[in-house]
């Protein structure tokens, strides 16, 4: 991953080369620390680095050992309708085949981006101009929001987010403001060596120096929709946060959220849509 520079995942094969699952930067970073957890963080940073260095990180490790993403196949011929159902499950990511082979990854943040630009084509511009709190999506939200202090280490951070089996988590206030968010994403140069020291850093900290959401993406209950779904795809997130009048979250939108909303009103989107 590190040699080809990829950032987001890298799909998995058998000796026969059939896709049998979907691991990303986070997943080799949340297994990194598990075979590492008895020692202090100083010394973390230090033993990743140079196990890295010297090819021992992962050297008597078996790729099967790893936590990977469960695998969800796609046609490249499926119509629109089917593919959003399999996202409504909480899947990031699915294979495109064409016949037997492997020809794509689409993500949901590519669907999203879709959604956004054809609300009209695909006669969701009514379900678009509900806003947060009369679509429903405020009262299914969970109320009790994965998050940090901002003083948290970056340990910690990946720990809670693994522990809660979640790719992102809120960075909060001693208030209980929200200050930003941390996602699998922002911690993606962690596949680089060079910059393990960032794990030294607090959630603030880090925040300011790496994460490519410092200032978090918000909306209020009034907030529409269409406006929604505008803001996730533009900045490329898989959440954003529902805030009260004092910057507290009160809920957090996912693009899983969005999609079971969309499939809802399924009778209003053309199966044929390709």
Do not use: W
Not at 56 to 73: A, C, G, H, I, T
Not at 168 to 178: F, N, Q, R
């Amino acid at each position: 991953m590190m040699k080809a520079k990829c950032l987001q995942s890298i799909v998995v094969t058998d000796e026969d080369k059939t896709p049998i699952g979907i691991l990303d930067s986070l997943d080799l970073a949340l297994h990194a620390l598990q075979l590492r957890s008895s020692i202090s963080q100083k010394e973390l940073v230090l033993s990743f680095e140079t196990s890295l260095f010297e090819g021992k990180l992962f050297s008597s490790e078996k790729l099967k050992n790893v936590r990977k993403k469960e695998l969800v196949k796609v046609s490249k011929n499926d119509p629109l309708l089917k593919v959003l159902r399999k996202f409504t499950y909480g899947t990031h990511r699915a294979v495109v085949m064409e016949d037997s082979l492997l020809v794509n990854i689409i993500s949901q943040s590519d669907i999203t981006s879709y959604l956004a630009k054809h609300t009209s084509d695909l006669e969701l511009k009514y379900v678009m101009e509900l806003n947060v709190h009369t679509s429903g999506l405020l009262d299914m939200s969970p109320k009790d929001i994965v998050s940090i202090d901002e003083y948290a280490s970056m340990m910690e951070a990946l720990t809670v987010m693994t522990e809660n089996n979640v790719e992102g988590i809120a960075v909060v206030s001693k208030e209980g403001k929200l200050l930003g968010n941390i996602s699998a994403t922002d911690i993606q140069p962690l596949s680089d060596a060079s910059n393990f020291k960032y794990l030294n850093l607090n959630a603030l900290q880090f925040m300011k120096l790496v994460s490519k959401h410092s200032t978090p993406v918000t909306c209020f209950p009034t907030t529409n929709l269409d406006t929604v779904l505008l803001r996730m795809a533009l900045n490329r997130v898989h959440r954003l946060y529902i805030i009260g009048d004092n910057s507290k979250p009160i809920g957090v939108l996912s693009l899983t959220d969005i999609m079971k909303l969309c499939l809802r009103h399924a009778s209003i989107i053309p199966t044929s849509t390709q």
